[in-house]
């Protein structure tokens, strides 16, 4: 109970509590559910036109445009790239170039042994970065790491396929299975596994860190 109450938390603070996630989560939604009920071209008029009416709402309301911003800028690029390539499938090329992309920096993150999942729980708590990369900390997130470009290798290798068999309806399916909802698993996964591997590593925890304390560590017992 304590750990699904810990996971709850957790949730509110690095998903719900972040206003981008409404921006980046509705336009997909709704590009989907459009797509099924009339069409493609109607698919991207109404995605276009809600991510500028979130980033209108935003903007009234004095709270960051910036995940609205690149919402428009990303369906707006996304239509054109498929009015040029003549084919609805053009309109996940960037989806499609950006998760491949991000599968390698994964890799080679974890390679240099500064493992992108340590970088972004560093941005969301602010814990000293050093930390991170004491030999007791960082393999747990380097195998996190790991998973995280397994999970978008495999997702840009489906979205490639559906792709060169232009299947936009399996695209538009997998884009939104695998975007947030698709995310939050895995956010959950890396949590539950990444606080396990942490208290198995036998590491100091962050406060222990700070104020160098010896070993042996109590090690960190929360957040990830």
Known sequence: MDRIRELVDEFRQTVLGRPGV?????PP??????????GFAYAVAAALILAIV??????????PVWFA???VAGVGVAAFLSRSTGSEGG????GILSGCATALVCLVSVIVRRPLVAWTSHLARRW???WY???RVRPAYAEVTLAWSLYFGLRTLLQASF????????????NFVSGWPGTIVLLIASYLYGSWRLANLGGPSVEEFIAGSPPPWQGQRRGF
Do not use: C, E, K
């Open 22 to 26: 409404l921006d980046t989560f509705l």
């Open 128 to 130: 000293p970065r050093d």
């Open 54 to 63: 979130v980033g209108a709402l935003r903007l009234r309301r004095g709270q």
């Open 29 to 38: 939604f709704i590009f989907v559910l459009i797509r099924l009920l009339l």
């Open 163 to 174: 792709y060169l068999q232009n299947s936009t309806l399996g695209l538009a399916v997998l």
């Open 133 to 135: 990369w004491h030999p």
């Open 69 to 71: 911003l690149a919402g």
């Open 91 to 94: 309109y996940y090329l960037p």
